[in-house]
């Protein structure tokens, strides 16, 4: 905001008694510039930070049946992955930006552009340690509480589809963690279904593969190599 341009308005705003319990040098522009008076003033308009949501639903968001063709992929997908966001940071995440989306400690979200830098998917990434307890396929307690968000993002954004990747690190016989990512990834599919009311048909891909898709390149045990991926798109592409 330009500020140089708006005394009148500040001189205006005090008038009206935004800065009636506090000195006018002690302010809060966050807090001020969500007051309706002070949008009123300025005929602007603050989006709210998710912590000023009344709920995670607020903080979510929502579409309607039909909406992908009236927006296109990349204004449906932008739209959802705010939402998503939104919704962790209104339930506690801090996220730190990094150049590909947001990361946190055990999770992140990441964005995945076209050549045009237009978004079509996004990527949820939870590490290991976080989603399953060591050699097991059952979903630990903080994987649950992530997957549901995911879950909820699928049901309020309904002409989405996802794909489940399971993965391991190197320790251990390659056949014995291959079935291990797999049943890891029909876990997460079958929580999914289960909390957010998702069918079956959206989930277009399910599968695991072992260490073959390593993000770090080693042979020991690493959290960053045995995690999860969902990756979520639209069911179809509509270009605009």
Known sequence: MNYNLTKG?????????????????????????????????????????????????????????????????????????KGVKRDFEYSGTEFQQVSDGLEAQGVSLKRIEDENKRLREILL??????????????????AKDLLAKIAAAMAAYPETKAKVGGHTDSVGA???????????????????????????????EVEGYADQRKIVDTIRAEPRNRRTEITIGTVKIVLK
Do not use: H
């Open 9 to 81: 308005a500040l001189f205006a705003a005090a008038l009206l008694g935004i800065f009636s319990q506090a000195p006018l040098l002690a302010l809060d522009w966050a807090e001020i510039e969500q007051t309706e008076t002070w949008q009123k003033i300025c005929g602007c308009k603050v989006a709210k930070s998710a912590k000023q949501m009344a709920s995670r639903e607020e903080a979510l968001g929502s579409l309607q049946e039909g909406k992908l063709e009236e927006l296109g992929t990349e204004d449906y997908m932008e739209k959802m992955y």
């Open 174 to 204: 390659f056949q014995l963690n291959l079935r291990l990512s797999k049943a890891r990834a029909v876990s997460v599919k079958d929580e999914m279904v289960k909390v957010g009311n998702i069918a079956e048909s959206r989930f277009t």
């Open 125 to 142: 990434s939870i590490d290991g340690d976080v989603s399953f307890p060591t050699g097991k396929s059952a979903l630990t307690p903080k």
